[in-house]
């Protein structure tokens, strides 16, 4: 048997439970992985909440993303082997906050052998998003980058990303984000009330690309400081990103391993704020869901 912390109700944390399955075989295209860390993000309360729909067969093992040892390769597989150190998303119903799960094998690459395991976890979800974010409209050195939302998980890769081109970066979040975003060599400017006139002293000619994790009003009163509308693309709200002119975030060809690429070379490096073990999984929701939190936070079911 092997656990998995899985909601058994949609709706509130209440529902949430550390439950006993047995170890998931792979099928074909996927492959068995024992998990050594899995990334916990905003998206998994709100699938527990039904915002993705309720017609999944309860009860439904939590988790998006992971880093973990192949176990067993299933049929049509190529590239990978039992013994290999992988990071990818859970196939479908799976979960990543498991001692055991599978993955898609599309949907999954090799962790370079020098990439902790808590950081690669943290890449199939954060990682592809920030990367993502920042290539949709294209920036050339010397431009400028503003990310709504830069003390968050996302928001810091964003940062990175952008930073490591020769642009000028620009991270808007709350107070007592500004060490994280200072850290990456960003300028901080604050959020809250008056946040487009301080963005707009840091960047009197406007920003070539607004980059999106917040949505509603907060994106609303920074878009008009976008040089061209359709530098505005939101992982956040995509429907004001495209009512603005802006568009929505759009999934590219190979970003799994364009960004583990990048975590590699260390142009990349997630801030894990916190880590727990996988017994401990409701803690590390309530964090997340908490909303302030700084970085990452990783559950570790089995520890390297």
Do not use: W
Request: glycine share 16%; no cysteine.
């Amino acid at each position: 048997m092997s656990a998995v912390f899985a909601f058994t109700t949609y709706g509130g944390p209440e529902g949430q439970e550390l439950i006993e399955r047995g170890v998931p075989e792979p099928r074909a295209d996927e492959i068995g992985v024992e998990v050594r860390a899995a990334g916990v993000n905003p998206a998994d309360a709100k699938r527990r909440e039904g915002a993705f729909g309720t017609k999944g067969t309860l009860p439904v093992a939590m988790g998006l993303e992971a880093a973990g040892v192949v176990t067993a390769v299933g049929e049509d597989v190529e590239g990978f082997s039992v013994g290999d150190e992988v990071l990818g998303e859970p196939a479908r119903g799976q979960g990543s906050f498991a001692e055991h799960t599978v993955f898609k094998a599309a949907k999954a690459v090799h962790k370079p052998a020098d990439l902790p395991f808590d950081i690669a976890a943290t890449l199939p979800v954060a990682g592809t998003t920030a990367y993502d974010l920042t290539h949709q409209v294209p920036v050339g050195a010397g431009g400028t980058v503003l990310v709504l939302g830069a003390g968050g998980g996302v928001g810091r890769i964003a940062l990175q990303i952008a930073g490591a081109g020769q642009r000028t970066v620009i991270g808007v979040a709350s107070e007592d984000k500004r060490d994280l975003v200072e850290s990456t060599g960003a300028t901080f400017v604050p959020s809250g009330e008056g946040v487009a006139g301080r963005v707009r002293e840091a960047a009197p000619g406007g920003v070539d690309l607004l980059a999106d994790l917040v949505g509603g009003d907060p994106l609303r009163e920074l878009a008009p400081l976008a040089k061209d509308p359709t530098g505005i693309v939101s992982a956040a709200d995509g429907d004001t990103a495209a009512e603005l002119g802006g568009s929505g975030r759009t999934r590219s060809d190979g970003v799994l391993q364009n960004i583990t690429d990048l975590a590699a070379q260390g142009i990349v490096a997630p801030h894990i704020s916190a880590t727990y073990p996988l017994a401990r999984a409701a803690e590390a929701m309530a964090a997340v869901e908490g909303g302030h939190g700084a970085g990452k936070v990783v559950i570790e079911p089995v520890r390297s």
